[in-house]
Every structure is written in structure tokens, then in C-alpha cells.
């Protein structure tokens, strides 16, 4: 049974830093591509980042310059480094891998 368990969320004021992480147990972690998507309040969601297998990524235009996906699958973990927050990046942060979704994660930015 496959579980992915996200951390490192939180509130943090303009400007600022936040480095998400996705544990994951119950699969080949390896073998698949790792995405971060998010939803605000009222929007639906949508993709910020992914990193294939083979270590590809690709961003969405709004996070593009401030955020960075990577992943190590010596600890089946995948991260999203967050940097230059604005207040338009607070959402719920879900990880999305193996199939499957994390419970998500809350990011405010706000001061």
C-alpha cells in the first residue's frame, strides 16, 4: 500500500523560504515521476512542478526562477524548495506519485 507523507509547510511572511517534502513507502519510488501540485482557496488545482525518473523537470510559469523540485530516492523523498514566496503561492501543497496523492500540506505567505 502505497503512502506519501508531506511535510515542511507552514507560515512564513514575503520573501521567505519553505522546503516541502514528500515521504513515500509501498513502491518502487525510483521508477516514477514525482509532482507537487496545489489549490487555493476557490481555484482548482493545479500542477507546480514535476521531476521525472530519469531527473527531468519542468514548472509551471508562475513558480518558474523560485521554486525547485528535486527528489532522492535513496530516501524514497521527494522535496520542493520554495523560495521568494509570495502571498499568491498560498494553497494546499499535495504530493502525487506512485499513483497516488498526499493528505496535503498548508502554505501561507503572509505577513
Known amino acids: 500500500q502505497v503512502q506519501l507523507v508531506e511535510s515542511g509547510g507552514g507560515l512564513v511572511q514575503p520573501g521567505g523560504s519553505l522546503r516541502l517534502s514528500c515521504a513515500a513507502s509501498?513502491?518502487?519510488?525510483?521508477?516514477?515521476?514525482v509532482a507537487w501540485y496545489r489549490q487555493a482557496p476557490g481555484k482548482q488545482r493545479e500542477l507546480v512542478a514535476h521531476?521525472?525518473?530519469?531527473?527531468?523537470?519542468n514548472y509551471a510559469d508562475s513558480v518558474k526562477g523560485r521554486f525547485t523540485i528535486s527528489r532522492d530516492n535513496a530516501k524514497n523523498t521527494g522535496y520542493l524548495q520554495m523560495n521568494s514566496l509570495k502571498p499568491e503561492d498560498t494553497a494546499v501543497y499535495y504530493c502525487?506519485?506512485?499513483?497516488?496523492w498526499g493528505q496535503g500540506i498548508q502554505v501561507t505567505v503572509s505577513s
Open positions: 521531476i521525472s525518473s530519469g531527473g527531468n523537470t
Open positions: 502525487n506519485t506512485m499513483a497516488s
Open positions: 509501498g513502491g518502487i519510488f525510483s521508477l516514477y515521476t
